[in-house]
């Protein structure tokens, strides 16, 4: 029998793969940017808007389900079990993708005149449609795969995917969408298309390859309706909210006179700023990813310790990792925006948005813990009413206050969805976490983001800020001995694992 993979070398994993593809992936949308401008790159985000709620309406929250399925059985050790997990979700995902395909390629023209205002998207909106039962298929096996702890695999999968996938784009972009817009948008979803494509054909045959554990029919379709259906909701309602918020913003900034293009500063905001604030998060993403199943294993194993370790290590890892790179982004916005898009603009709203980083890393991994201990509910109801809200803002503040308002709106919903979020892990968790430890974190950060800021040599802010950070975690106690003996473990593995490192 195969050995199972820690979580962090398989977390370390999914962090370098992530980082590779964030760091190909934020070169190419400073390609893109510098081929068709900040107004184009807005038109693109508005066509990706539309082309996510339908993917996400299409895997109607299979990928979770599959993933939080398969970990349950093999939590309780019956892989036999796991073929009709995975039947019942490519039943469930071929029938829900077909029929939001078919609505998105029919309605195509309708909404490229009316939602998105450029006729020229339709192109690229029907290749979504086509696409998408690939996706959530790919969506089915990537679920099942992580659950199973085939971390290697799903890396070597998703790089070849993105390489295929950026192959493709370029060549398009580069000889024969040139400059236009609505080309631009269908080589994009062309290139992503065959790459899903190609994880579907590779993670199918992986899979095929495996033995078979016989075991009796179970019901499933239960246990798959109460796990994937509120997931669907919240991530449909979610992500239809966050669509009509994005195609209502360039309008209702057209009303703010002094906003000259409102289309371009959407654009520089979430094409351009976006991007590079969420570019560290890659290495987050590798462990959230991995802990939605962690945490259903050891809630099925009720494995109590592991769950308690597990919640205060990861949380606390990412507040610290958060703050490290909101205090970088602040005191380098300015330069590392005009170098990657010669936009000074982008420059001066990515350094107000990077004082939101620790929140916005620290809620993605809150997110994860509690999906993986069963809270999908919980989440539907959050993410509604905050999406909800983020509307109501953007409608009243934006005519008035410009971006400035869409600021302020970003803020004060990720921060009342951040606030209810952590609150019910801790509650169904029965941690406790004194006020006292993210207050003295935050503080370090803020005062050695402020001391280095006073330097003019980019080097010596560098070397300062983190000199100055690590002293003052030290000192107000934030960081300890027992934190140099876990990166000591991560580095050094010894044989006899620690009790509470396992389930």
């Known amino acids: 029998?195969?050995?199972?993979?820690?979580?962090?070398?398989?977390?370390?994993?999914?962090?370098?793969?992530?980082?590779?593809?964030?760091?190909?992936?934020?070169?190419?949308?400073?390609?893109?940017?510098?081929?068709?401008?900040?107004?184009?790159?807005?038109?693109?985000?508005?066509?990706?808007?539309?082309?996510?709620?339908?993917?996400?309406?299409?895997?109607?929250?299979?990928?979770?389900?599959?993933?939080?399925?398969?970990?349950?059985?093999?939590?309780?050790?019956?892989?036999?079990?796991?073929?009709?997990?995975?039947?019942?979700?490519?039943?469930?995902?071929?029938?829900?993708?077909?029929?939001?395909?078919?609505?998105?390629?029919?309605?195509?023209?309708?909404?490229?005149?009316?939602?998105?205002?450029?006729?020229?998207?339709?192109?690229?909106?029907?290749?979504?449609?086509?696409?998408?039962?690939?996706?959530?298929?790919?969506?089915?096996?990537?679920?099942?795969?992580?659950?199973?702890?085939?971390?290697?695999?799903?890396?070597?999968?998703?790089?070849?995917?993105?390489?295929?996938?950026?192959?493709?784009?370029?060549?398009?972009?580069?000889?024969?969408?040139?400059?236009?817009?609505?080309?631009?948008?269908?080589?994009?979803?062309?290139?992503?298309?065959?790459?899903?494509?190609?994880?579907?054909?590779?993670?199918?045959?992986?899979?095929?390859?495996?033995?078979?554990?016989?075991?009796?029919?179970?019901?499933?379709?239960?246990?798959?309706?109460?796990?994937?259906?509120p997931l669907a909701l919240a991530d449909v309602v979610k992500s239809g909210i966050s669509t009509t918020e994005h195609l209502m913003v360039p309008k209702r900034l057209a009303l703010n006179l002094k906003v000259g293009e409102p289309l371009a500063a959407f654009g520089i905001v979430s094409g351009m700023v976006f991007p590079v604030l969420m570019f560290p998060a890659c290495i987050l993403f590798g462990l959230a990813e991995l802990l939605i199943p962690e945490l259903a294993r050891c809630a099925a194993a009720g494995s109590k310790k592991r769950i308690s370790y597990l919640v205060r290590r990861s949380l606390k890892v990412a507040l610290l990792y958060g703050i490290f790179f909101s205090g970088l982004m602040f005191l380098f916005s300015e330069g590392l925006c005009l170098r990657l898009y010669r936009n000074q603009e982008a420059g001066r709203f990515l350094k107000i948005y990077a004082l939101l980083i620790p929140m916005l890393y620290c809620d993605c991994i809150t997110d994860a813990m509690t999906k993986g201990l069963g809270q999908q509910k919980a989440c539907v109801r959050y993410n509604i009413l905050t999406s909800a809200m983020d509307v109501a803002f953007l409608y009243i503040l934006l005519p008035r206050y410009g971006m400035e308002g869409y600021f302020l709106s970003f803020l004060v919903t990720h921060l009342i969805n951040f606030i209810l979020s952590i609150r019910r892990l801790l509650i169904i968790t029965g941690e406790k976490i004194p006020f006292s430890i993210p207050a003295l974190a935050v503080s370090a950060g803020l005062g050695a983001a402020w001391g280095a800021s006073h330097l003019g040599s980019p080097a010596a802010k560098g070397i300062v800020y983190l000199l100055l950070l690590g002293s003052l975690l030290c000192l107000f106690g934030v960081t300890g001995r027992e934190d140099i003996r876990w990166l000591r473990g991560l580095v050094k593995r010894t044989r006899k694992p620690n009790a509470e490192l396992s389930c």
């Open 1 to 229: 029998m195969s050995k199972r993979i820690p979580i962090f070398y398989s977390a370390l994993l999914l962090t370098g793969v992530n980082l590779l593809l964030r760091m190909v992936g934020t070169s190419f949308q400073v390609y893109v940017s510098g081929r068709i401008g900040a107004a184009g790159v807005g038109l693109l985000q508005l066509v990706m808007s539309v082309g996510n709620l339908a993917m996400v309406a299409g895997m109607a929250g299979i990928r979770t389900a599959t993933m939080y399925l398969s970990a349950e059985e093999l939590g309780r050790k019956q892989k036999g079990n796991v073929i009709w997990v995975l039947s019942a979700c490519f039943l469930y995902s071929v029938l829900c993708s077909g029929a939001v395909a078919a609505a998105l390629y029919g309605l195509a023209p309708r909404i490229a005149a009316s939602w998105i205002g450029d006729e020229r998207t339709i192109g690229a909106l029907r290749l979504l449609a086509a696409f998408l039962p690939v996706t959530t298929l790919c969506g089915v096996f990537t679920g099942y795969f992580t659950a199973a702890n085939r971390i290697e695999t799903l890396a070597a999968v998703e790089v070849a995917e993105q390489l295929a996938s950026m192959a493709v784009t370029m060549g398009l972009l580069a000889h024969w969408a040139e400059q236009d817009p609505g080309r631009a948008c269908q080589a994009v979803v062309l290139g992503s298309g065959i790459g899903a494509c190609l994880t579907m054909l590779c993670l199918m045959a992986l899979r095929l390859r495996e033995p078979v554990f016989r075991s009796e029919r179970i019901p499933l379709g239960r246990r798959l309706a109460q796990t994937a259906v």
